[in-house]
């Protein structure tokens, strides 16, 4: 049996690519739903993290440390074998989306927090000065500055949710990694996880890419 | 006499340091008071008190035509009436020239967007830099930029335009054309305090020059007298310091 039979075998490839296309539409819809979760959460904790009275600032500092040091992993399984215990159960993507989104939410929070405190401070002042409100210097002001500052971080945060979209295979999700594993099986070889990297890589490299790109473009050091 | 702003025994400290010690002013509407002193002497504490971008002490009250200028509700109205210009001009770096000028009378005054613009390319013309409207600051000159933030200021059709040093991060070149639109504006009825270290044009704009030092109002008066004729010795220092430079 030669390495091409064994890795690259085009006769399984051909019969479980549907059930790898199926398991990369979950993975990006896990993504891109706790993706855009993570960042309303983020934007959210931020301005609480900068803005709010002085004990729900220190809330919402504690809880970006602790999703912070979580290992993922850990969180997931918690949410998805651990709640049920107190009546709450979710389905293997809810889970899989609520432990994304948490820790996603506090990294974003933390690097919203950064790009609006690289504004300078006569940008606020020039606002107030005129008249602005507070969520009108937020929207008109603060947040386009602070967008371009935060992209290529977010971008990479991103990059790291699609990433660890994988380990909800664990709670039984039919991503990628589970599809790939499963038909592995069925086809007694491991050519569709193979398949399953390209996918990734397909999938993430341009993301990469573009994130250095960005980071050239925009001079800003990489994170 | 009530002034049309007014300041009364204003307090600000930071921590334990007394940057202010208790000013009191009366400014009538249409004045053009220059504030002159030291550096430190508190001539920014003073003017960024006025519409509050600096807390002070609650038994200090200022006024601007005769509303309270305190926290709350009220205080982005007071704003709207008070048109600020900056030592380093803090425009809008991701806005069009044009688009700063209207960005306040649009969210602010809820000005219809034609109206506003019209507005904007009027100011920037009075100010004379109409042909550069659809650049974005960091393309303009100094002196330019700083003349958008003058123009931004008068979009809010300010009732006092507060001035801190607004020719002192510019190149001497560039000087003269930010003091030649405050000038003219100086004509216009507007009351103006500026903060400014051109003793030139204090002798000849302002009605009133007022010379601080540590905290407190020295030496008041018409410019032809205190620049010329000090009282008090802290102010014939500081001039002969400023006028030997
Ligand atoms: N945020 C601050 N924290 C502590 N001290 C401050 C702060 N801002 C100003 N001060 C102090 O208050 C005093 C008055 O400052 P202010 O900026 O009003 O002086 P100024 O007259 O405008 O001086 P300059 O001509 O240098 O601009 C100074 O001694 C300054 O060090
Ligand atoms: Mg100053």
Redesign the interface.
Known sequence: MDIFDTFLNMGVIARTWPLLLEGLWVTIQLGAASIVAGLVLGLGLALLRLYAVPPLRLITRFYIDIFRSIPLLVLLIIVYYALPFVGLRLSPFASAMAALTLVSGAYTAEIFRAGIEAIPKGQFEASAALGLSYPQTMRDVILPQAVKIVIPPLTNNSINVVKDTALASVVAMPDLLKQATQAQALAANPTPLIGAAVLYLAFLWPLVAMVSRMERRFGAKGT | MSGFVSVRNLRKSYGSFEALRGIDLEISKGEVVCVIGPSGSGKSTLIRCI?R?ESFSDDSAILVGGNRVQPGRSL??V??E???V?Q?F?????LTVRDNVM??PR??RRTPRDAARQQADRLLARVGIAEQADKYPGQLSGGQQQRV?IA??LA?EPQVMLFDEPTSALDPEMVGEVLDVMRDLAGTGVTMIVVTHEMGFASQVADRVIFMDAGEVIETGPPGRVLSAPREPRTRNFLSAVLNH
Request: charged share 15%; net charge positive; no cysteine.
């Open positions: 519409n971008l982005a109205r704003r709207a008070v048109g600020m900056f380093s803090n425009l809008f770096p991701h960005l306040a969210r602010v933030a931004r200021a809010m």
